[in-house]
């Protein structure tokens, strides 16, 4: 579950909000230069290139066996199938497959800023970090406000 923060800037004092960590359907990474974060969904909306074995008893219209999938038969998207996905977060939820690390590469391209830095994962045990609009300082006090889904 991810956190939400107050954040004030020690420096000039301007205050702003940082999602920080992962959600239930997005995993979050974080530009090493601006230190923007971005979310991308968890899954890619396909089936689990693994395959899936599901009992017979339990096996029901959208929960059911299907077999792994060979690695030429992967759905890809083009950019606009896969901008028309990231900008419907209740899509987010869909699929079950991992994304391929080109695939990775090209949302954070889509969503991520103009740095043209790495991102970096943003792992849970990290401290939040931002950098201040308005001073460039990445000095801020850190409050815990809520929990986000
Ligand atoms: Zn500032
Ligand atoms: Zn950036």
Known sequence: MAEIY??????????????WG???YYIQYQCSN?????GIPRHAPRPNREGREV???LEKDSFYSYPPTPIEEIIRFTD??????LSNHVA???GDDEWDEFEVKKILQIRGCKCSSAFERVSRDSSP???CESCNSVDFQMTLDKLAD
């Open 22 to 24: 992962d959600g239930m």
């Open 6 to 19: 107050k954040a004030i800037c020690k420096n000039c004092s301007s205050e702003k909000s940082v999602l």
């Open 55 to 57: 009992p017979k008893f």
């Open 80 to 85: 606009a199938e896969l901008e028309e996905h």
């Open 92 to 94: 987010w939820q869909n």
């Open 34 to 38: 601006c230190l923007k974060t971005v």
């Open 129 to 131: 970090s931002t950098k």
